[in-house]
């Protein structure tokens, strides 16, 4: 339903974010255009354009990326679910994330994730990611190719992983670091 309501192919693949410069959604672009997926998948782009995001839409234009390249802009979260379940993939190869949600709401909708192999990406994907370098865009579109290859992604682990990084369990763990703090 909601892959109709957007105009979807059963094939995708999944960005959620701003669409900027500090996602890397140009590159991201770039990256798809070099990939072998291009040809049996669509790229979603769900977010609205945002700092230096115009250098996405040049991206699309020069790779003639117009009918496989979809930009929905700002996605209610009633929607976010279905379309992390339904797509194929998450690409989230970002330059900057302060904690990357992205990655744990594709993981608890059991989609796998390819992300960047810096920042906090890593620390939050775990075992259950594909790791890319976000500055190689030939990388990138290998590591797009081998995710829609892959044969192996265990979406229920990846659920189950993602379930441990909650507000509640973090805020335990705060309050144990503040009462260890006090009765030093």
Same mark, same amino acid.
């Given at each position: 339903?909601?892959?109709?309501?957007?105009?979807?192919?059963?094939?995708?693949?999944?960005? #959620?974010? &701003?669409?900027?410069?500090?996602?890397?959604?140009?590159?991201?672009?770039?990256?798809?255009?070099?990939?072998?997926?291009?040809? $049996?998948? =669509?790229? #979603?782009?769900?977010?609205?354009?945002?700092?230096?995001?115009?250098?996405?839409? =040049?991206?699309?234009?020069?790779?003639?990326?117009? =009918?496989?390249?979809?930009?929905?802009?700002?996605?209610?979260?009633?929607?976010?679910?279905?379309?992390?379940?339904?797509?194929?993939?998450?690409?989230? +190869?970002?330059?900057?994330?302060?904690?990357?949600? +992205?990655?744990?709401?594709?993981?608890?909708?059991?989609? +796998?994730?390819?992300? &960047?192999?810096?920042?906090?990406? +890593?620390?939050?994907?775990?075992?259950?990611?594909?790791? #890319? $370098?976000p500055n190689d865009f030939q990388a990138i579109a290998d590591g797009i190719d081998s995710l829609v290859e892959q044969n192996d992604f265990n979406g229920a682990l990846a659920r189950e992983y993602a379930k441990r990084f909650s507000w509640e369990t973090s805020a335990k763990k705060m309050l144990r670091i503040y009462?260890?703090?006090?009765?030093?």
């Amino acid at each position: 339903k909601v892959r109709r309501h957007f105009g979807l192919n059963k094939n995708y693949l999944l960005f #959620v974010g &701003s669409i900027s410069g500090r996602k890397n959604t140009a590159g991201l672009v770039e990256a798809f255009a070099k990939s072998k997926a291009k040809n $049996d998948y =669509e790229m #979603v782009f769900a977010g609205s354009i945002s700092y230096m995001g115009e250098h996405t839409l =040049e991206a699309i234009k020069r790779n003639n990326l117009g =009918e496989k390249v979809k930009i929905l802009g700002y996605v209610e979260n009633e929607h976010l679910a279905a379309l992390y379940s339904g797509a194929k993939g998450f690409l989230f +190869p970002t330059f900057y994330e302060g904690f990357g949600f +992205p990655i744990l709401e594709s993981m608890l909708c059991e989609t +796998p994730v390819l992300t &960047s192999n810096i920042g906090s990406a +890593p620390e939050i994907g775990g075992e259950f990611s594909r790791y #890319v $370098d976000p500055n190689d865009f030939q990388a990138i579109a290998d590591g797009i190719d081998s995710l829609v290859e892959q044969n192996d992604f265990n979406g229920a682990l990846a659920r189950e992983y993602a379930k441990r990084f909650s507000w509640e369990t973090s805020a335990k763990k705060m309050l144990r670091i503040y009462e260890k703090l006090l009765n030093e």
